[in-house]
DNA sequence: CTCCATACTAAGCGGTTGCTTAGGTCTAAG
DNA sequence: CTTAGACCTAAGCAACCGCTTAGTATGGAG
């Protein structure tokens, strides 16, 4: 089954980089079915299935199963953290609420590659993990990094900023488990929603 | 490899009711090993060697591998419900308070159990999930109802009920992904941390 | 036209999977 | 001692796994 639905058309854009086209049919197959199944219950026949080729032709563009995991992993997370540092305000509360809604807003509108991001890294090698690993450091400072700055502009009242961090991406990142496109809100009314509880949290000085 | 840690010790109250001795060592051996690995990716074969038995000797106790999962599921949705219902604050901010430090410590505590009850829905029978996703809707109405109270009584200000009741338990339940025993917080910790932050979601007018 | 690299498929290999079958061992009642 | 039944194991079956090999179709360069 091939899938040319708006939903895949989005993805799209997160993949762009990836060449040549088949290649990039082929990962695009094995996130949704990875997100679906579960890396490990997924296989390489269901993958080159959705991807409508053979299942040799999976090992023409990568070496394994778990390559095709990694560079979605990789490039899922590179994703995730040029969507939060990418915020433009300056003022902190401001600043913050803006990265949040972003950062919780694509976890809904990519919870099928957010999911593989999150759920699946016990599954990459030693080597791979730590590549992620390391993105995922960035991720955690980038968010840090804006509570503290808050913090020391007498924005925010926080008692613990490492323990406001931790809940902060919990929350966001925990969207791309329960989402599901047919439920009740938007990824914009998520990301609005989390970004005025998210200012709740920080105690911002209104 | 039997365990007898203490940590056993501990799920053993857990899955106290589960007869006879052998099925539940069976029990235990399985949570162990979906937690770690994953329900597809743990086969029959783990389970038994963990729990000391033959593989053969799972189907003694039980119908298949997915119904290891079901009971597992089961019980572990049904227990953190009695978490979190057995509160005996009367006082509505106090009361929150001491759900979600329950709830929260609980998903730390027993992270093992609460991933496979969290991240495995997917790989139950439809029978079966049905059964689950009812416990599931308790649990979310437990929570609703306990922040209606506090609305009603006036002592908290919350503009998005059914928004609020998501995110502390999403915000709880995510602490079984990244609670690790090593980290730097303990399980008492993170359940006073995250009163904190959810009685400042809320908006208590202390 | 020949040549050759790229992109793909049909077929299948060795190994592993969930689960079954047939039979062995223990305890305790008669 | 015999017997019943609960509990467990050794061995293995059919199906399926990730991945490989050998070979085919295509299209551009000389």
Redo the contacts between chains.
Sequence with gaps: MTTTSSEFALLDETWSSVTPPAARRMLIAAAAAFS???Y??TTTRDIAAQAGMSPAAVYIHYRSKEELLFQISRIGHATSLSVLTSVSEVDPAERLAAAVRAFASWHAEYHTTARVV??EL??LTPEHLAEVVELRRRIETAVRDMITDGVRAGAFDV??V???T??VL??C???A??YQPSG??TPAEIGD??A??VL??V?TTT
């Design positions: 679906v199944r579960g490990h219950a999150q759920y016990s599954a008692p613990d490492r323990g406001a931790l809940a919990s929350l990142i925990d969207v488990r329960w009740r809100r929603l989390y005025d509880l709740r949290m105690g």
